[in-house]
């Protein structure tokens, strides 16, 4: 974002129990964390309501997608 501007609001979805996902979070982190705040992760598609965010970053596979269009 430009100097002053707000910075988007993302979430961090995706299948903590698919090999990899969980570390690829925790390296991708700090690059999206420069960019953007993170409102909310959830690896383990607990069912509550998500809050509102610009954007969603889902790892995984397929069916993460599928589940977190669900809950979203």
């Known amino acids: ?13 995706g299948s903590g129990e698919r090999q990899g ?3 690829g979070a925790e390296e991708l982190r700090p690059i999206i964390e420069q960019h953007c705040h993170i409102t909310h992760e959830d690896f383990h ?3 509550e309501p998500l809050p509102p965010a610009d954007f969603a970053l889902v ?3 397929d069916g993460s997608i599928l589940r ?3 809950l979203m």
């Open 1 to 13: 974002p430009a100097k002053g501007a707000k910075r988007p609001s993302i979430l961090l979805l």
């Open 21 to 23: 996902v969980l570390e």
């Open 45 to 47: 598609y607990l069912p």
């Open 59 to 61: 790892l995984g596979g």
């Open 68 to 70: 977190a269009a669900k």
